[in-house]
């Protein structure tokens, strides 16, 4: 008998063919949406593995009804979906997919930049609005990206891909960091600073930091303020980094003069939210790593991981401490 396993929502056909190939899966059907808890509750309650996505919570009271499970495979890098602690307590293996967004992850921080530096969505909406009379000379006018100084905040593997592409726009390059990086200072001519230093001469700031207790409204009003009145925000890791009732106040007094979020604290954002009323706010729905490619090797790590973990072996990306 292949041991069971839940997938908590539609794959592509390749991917699910390869979990069917060594497990007895049962999958969420809808592809869309997240499953909903009580399907989930009672879903987990006899399977050896989890392939779940960051909209699902694993906390404790889940884990409580899954006696017999081995692993949580989680299809993102984040993994703040989950209570690591406990599954580590029960001895299940939590897996993350590490590696395979890096490089589509920091095109989008790139590209947010560039957006919310030079306006764009603003600009095409003015144009396809019927606003456009002439060329002005002030005319929606931005920030420039070129040459100026980027403060990074996190410097794992979407910060250091992030580097490379900054490089290239000859841009001074700052980082905070709970370590050093000698080898990206080194590579890339990018200091170290404490996080006032940061915030205080940087022209953009990136937060690409993981979300934890500690990491929870790091960047709040105190923070905002120390940014200079022409600074842009960025954040592509996760929405509670950057506490969204200081950055409103911030974006609508013009403390700081514009921001890009690709993640909100709960998602989807309502639409209604106050943050999105703002001309200097520009908005994704969470789409960091949302090429087709890198979502098929997410889709394929998480699946190789699970049955990795399931059959005994060790996973390539274990997240347990
Ligand atoms: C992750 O992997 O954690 C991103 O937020 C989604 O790709």
């Known amino acids: 008998m292949k041991p069971k396993v839940y997938v908590t929502r539609q794959l592509p056909e390749e991917v699910l063919a390869i979990i069917h190939q060594s497990c007895d899966a049962r999958a969420w059907e809808d592809i869309d949406l997240p499953v909903p808890r009580d399907v989930l509750e009672r879903e987990i309650t006899d399977v050896e593995g989890l392939y779940c996505l960051l909209t699902d919570q694993v906390d404790k009271a889940l ?10 495979s989680n299809m993102a890098v984040g993994y703040n979906n989950i209570d690591v602690e ?83 726009f000859n841009m001074n ?7 050093r990086k000698p080898e990206v200072e080194e590579a890339y001519d990018i200091r170290y600073t404490d996080m006032d230093e940061l915030l205080s001469v940087s022209d953009f700031v990136c937060v690409l930091i993981p979300y934890s207790t500690e990491t ?18 960025i954040n592509t890791a996760r929405g509670g980094i950057v506490n969204e009732e200081a950055l409103y106040e911030a974006l609508r ?15 989807p954002v309502a639409p209604d939210h106050p943050l999105l009323t703002l001309p200097n706010l520009v908005s994704l729905p969470h789409i960091g790593s949302a090429s087709v490619a890198t979502r098929m090797k997410m889709s394929r790590l998480a699946a190789d991981q699970l049955i990795d973990a399931i059959y005994g072996r060790r996973p390539a990306n274990l997240v347990n401490p």
């Open 253 to 267: 007094v013009g403390t700081i003069w514009a921001a890009g979020l690709d993640v909100f604290d709960r998602e």
């Open 173 to 179: 390059l700052l980082y905070y960091n709970r370590t």
């Open 216 to 233: 929870r409204d790091l960047i709040g009003a105190k923070e905002l303020r120390q940014m200079k009145p022409t600074a842009v925000l």
């Open 86 to 168: 406990e599954a580590t307590r029960r001895g299940i293996m939590v897996t993350n997919t590490p590696g395979v967004l890096t490089e589509t992850t920091a095109d989008l921080t790139f590209a947010l930049l560039m957006a919310t530096a030079r306006r764009l969505p603003e600009a095409s909406e003015y144009l396809r609005k019927g606003s456009w009379q002439t060329w002005s000379p002030m005319l929606l006018t931005g920030q420039d990206v070129y040459g100026a100084t980027l403060g990074i905040i996190g410097m794992g593997r979407i910060g250091e891909a992030l580097v490379k592409r900054a490089h290239g």
């Open 63 to 72: 884990l409580e009804r899954a006696p017999r499970l081995k692993v949580i």
